[in-house]
Structure formats: structure tokens, C-alpha cells
């Protein structure tokens, strides 16, 4: 990878990474200290990454970086109180999407980083194990899983309107 | 097949976006086909997450990196297009020390081998010595039996001769002493040519050219200095005519002379040589060894008495050896 291709991933790929992020993270500052930090990682590397592939790089760097973000959060014990707050939300949101927004978060990180990577990327089953580690089944079962509790989610408040 | 039991699946995977044009058609059938299950079916599409466009990352220009030489080209191209000058090399610099990186042959490294050399010439000359004994061998030693009698006729005779030399050089002690260069005034007279035929048709009813071999005169140098002759026959030549003759009268072995009895050995070793037929070839190591004796034989059978001036002398090869 050259650099102008290094620069051309920031220009394509430095929002997708960082709504990822921060779609996870829900922290503005820590999303943009994992994008920064991924980023890093593919200038350093660069000589050994391939230019066709630097995307699925960036976002496997990202996400490894989430979850220990996420791991050390769990230490710290942050209340979800606070972390509701932090939420960045500076537009007026449908309430369909406010209820997905609410669902979203009430799904563990796993399965939370495998609807965002499948909605918001349109990565495959396959694409997404590579990112995550995981294989192609656990992949589709964990995905499955998460589609299913987001459904009873909506069905269920719909049912309490 | 989208069945009532497996419909879910296919929902999610419809979901997912993972189905192929022809099963998407089929699930979007089997949902008009089942409207009950429709409701379902939009609820789980609801549940699809799309992308906030207007969540950016706002500090992209941090994460740029200035592009380093090698997209020089690229700039180039651009500067090009927009008209704008770009650098060209400087022809005028130049590298005044050319001379200090060339390279000769004389750099390069020689290790010498003097033993290995030598070893090498030595067993080359090694092997062409032997080749060419073992080719001369095979030569002095043909295949054919008359030949081979021929040979062994001349090998044998050779020393003979020599031996041979001695009565006569007896003969000639009586005698003044002749001067070297001028021909013997003795009084020998010449062997009648019958005898001499005699003994030769004797045995050229069998080996002919063998026998002339035998009383061929020595040639080269050796042939002027020989004071002893009868004529223009040698005394060599004669002698070894009177031993054929003590042979073929059949004198007793115990009141012949050496040579005779020497020559007598001879012809009972050729005799049972012959005896072996011509069908039976020699023994190859013999005939190889033959070979071998009869050069040195021929190199030290020039060395007939040449003393002309009284001494007894040997000829090796060109070296003269006094025997006194």
C-alpha cells in the first residue's frame, strides 16, 4: 500500500469505521481514539497490507480495540445511566429508530458489532467472521439470535402502545 | 422448499440480504401465499439498522499522512496536466571518482595448486607410458605363429650373438693390433654362402624370414666401427653362421661353446613353443612381459663388444660403459 492509498482509506473509510465505533462504544472520545489508533496501525503496516483489503483491516483492527475498550469498561462498572447520556444525538430521531436505537443497545457486544457490520457494511456472513474471529455458523447463529430479540423488542413495546 | 417448519430461517436470511434473486422471489411467494406470516415477516425487516450518513469522523485531516517520493510520478502527471514546471536532473553532476569503482581480472583471487598439479602430470605421464608399453607389447608380440617364432627367434639370437663375440675377439687377439678406421687384415676366410644357406634352408623350410632376421649385420653406428669382418660381412654375422652350423651338425653340448649351447636351449624352447600349435594363443601376462624384457633386451643387445680400440666396451642406449 502506498501512501496516496493510505490516504484514500482515511477518505473512504474513516466515518464507517468511527459510526462503528461509536455505534459500540457510545462515547464520541473513545471512538475516536480507537479510529485514530486503527489508523495508526495501517500506516505502520502498510507496507505489508494490501490496498484491496485495507478495509477489512481497519475494521478488525477497530473492532479488537472495542471489545478491550469494552472489557475494561465492564472492570470499571459504568453505569448505563451515564453511558445513555454520553450517547451523541444531535438530530431529531424517528421513534422507530429511537426503539432500534434502544433495542441495539440491550444486545450484548457481539451481537451488537454483528448487526452493525451486516447493516451498516453489508458484509457477508464470511467477511464478518474474518473481522470478528468467529466462524461463518457462529456468525449467522449469533446474527440470527440478535434479529430475533430486536423483533420481539419492537413487537413488544408496539404490543404495550 | 419454504415450508411452515423452515420459513424463519429463510426470513432471516432474507433479512440478511444472504439469499440469491431466484429464494428472495421465493420467500417474497411463500409470504403472499401465507399473509398470515406476513406480519412477522415485515417486523423482522423493521429490524434492519441502516447507516447514520451524518455521523462523521471529525478529525480526518489528523489521520492524512504528507505523501513521501514515491508518488513523484503521480505529481509529475498532475504538475503536467496543470501545466505547472517540474524538476529535471541535473546532467551536470557528475561522480569524479569513476575510476576508484571499476574492477579488473588482476583483483581476483589465485589459489595455487603446485601439488596438485604435479600430481596430476604425473599420473597422466603415468598412464601414457603405460599405454604405450602395453601398445608396443601387443606390436613386438602379433598373434600369428610364424611371427610369433620369428620374434622369439630374434630375441633369443640377440644375446647369442653377444655371447657369441667372445671366441671370435679370441681370434683376433693373436693379430696386430688393427687401426681403428681400416678393414681387418686377418685372414678369415669368408663362410662358402652354401654353408651359411645351408643352415638357413634348414630351417626356412620352416621360419624362413626368421633366420634371415638373425644374420641381419647391426645397423647405425655401430656398423663402421667393427674392425673384425671378412669383406663386407661382419664378424658378428659370421659367427653367429658357424654357431647355426654347430647347431645344425649337432656337435655334443658338453664340447660345444656357450653360445652354442646357448643356442641349442633356445631352439628347444622354440620347438616346444611351436609344439603348442598356432591355435593356442600365449598366456596375455607372458606375452606382455616378453614385450617388456625384449625392449630392454634390444636397448642393452647393442651392446656387442665395440671395443675398437682395444677395451671392452658396453653401448647402452648412446652411452659407452668400460667393462675394465
Redesign the interface.
Known sequence: M???E??DC??LY??????FI??NLRR?DDA?DV??SA?EKL?KNRGSVDALKSKSYLFTIAYHQMIDQLRKEKRVELKSAFREETI?SD?PIHP??KT?ET??ARLNETQRSL??L???E?Y??LEIGQITGLTESQVKVY??RA??Q??NY??SLENLI | MITRDNYEEFFLLYTDNELSAVERHEVEKFVADHPDLREEWESLLQCRISPETHLAFPDREALLKPESEDSAYARSLVYYVDGLPFLHPDTGVVFSQKDSLYRTAKDRRVIPLPWLRAGIAAAVIGAIALVFLLTTGSKLNPPSPSAKTQTTIDKKITPAVTSAAAPALHLTEGQPKPKPGRAARTPIKPKPEPQQGLAVNNRANEEPTAVRTTVDPPKGKDQPSSDVSVGNVPVTESLAANVHLAVQTGIPKDQSSFATQALQEEQAADGRENDLGPDEPAAPSRTKLRGIFRKVKRVFGKTAERDSDGNRQVLVGAFEVSLD
Not at chain 1, 474513516?14 to 459510526?19: E, I, L
Open positions: 502506498t501512501d496516496r493510505y490516504n482515511v477518505n474513516a466515518d464507517n469505521v468511527y459510526r461509536l455505534k464520541e475516536k479510529v485514530q489508523f500506516w451523541v438530530r422507530l429508530k432500534l433495542a441495539l448487526v452493525l451486516k447493516d451498516y453489508g457477508s456472513y446474527l440470527h434479529r430475533i430486536l423483533k419492537l413487537v
